[in-house]
């Protein structure tokens, strides 16, 4: 398997294992109308104009396996005053999870970003993502705030702030998640 940049050409691989990714773990979560729908072109069109502009604050990587997209992450780097870089995106393609793929992808994204940043790196789960919240939690993220937000395709859904002090910390978890085999 290959980690790389995200490259402009990447929009349809990513679109799609995003789209696919939503529809298997925010089933339940998120609206199944909206769900079922035509979320490929609208993830297509998010990420056209993503990689369209990419910055210096934007990190993004793609696990390749036998020229399949197989996962992928995005950060927005110091995002936050508080709490420093978003992790914006961190999907594996379903029937791919479990198999160390985002950990790989973590650890990739973490030694870019300590490159530029040592600062605190944070995301938003779902609430009702209970094995995304678990796998965080294994990983040392300190569990921080509950909010209401917007749901994409409609409602509010419940969310939780989950930060890590440092990249240094979440690259360490990652490192040692990865020794392990976990």
Not at 95 to 117: N, Q
Not at 138 to 163: D, F
């Amino acid at each position: 398997m290959e980690i790389r940049a995200f490259q402009p050409a990447d929009v349809e691989a990513v679109a799609a294992l995003h789209a696919r990714s939503w529809r298997t773990a925010y089933r339940g979560i998120l609206d199944d109308k909206y769900l079922d729908g035509p979320i490929v072109p609208e993830r297509r069109e998010f990420w056209r104009e993503r990689l369209a502009r990419p910055g210096a604050d934007h990190v993004g990587l793609l696990a390749v396996d036998d020229g399949t997209a197989a996962g992928f992450a995005f950060a927005l780097v110091d995002h936050d005053p508080v709490w420093g870089t978003l992790l914006d995106n961190l999907h594996v393609a379903p029937g791919r999870r479990g198999g160390r793929i985002g950990t790989k992808l973590l650890y990739a994204l973490t030694e870019r970003l300590a490159r530029r940043s040592t600062e605190g790196i944070h995301l938003w789960v779902f609430e009702g993502n209970v094995r995304t919240r678990r796998y965080y939690e294994r990983l040392g993220a300190a569990v921080i705030e509950r909010q209401e937000a917007p749901a994409p395709g409609g409602g509010m859904v419940a969310e939780w702030r989950y930060a890590w002090r440092s990249v240094d910390d979440l690259r360490g978890a990652a490192m040692a998640s990865l020794q392990c085999g976990e």
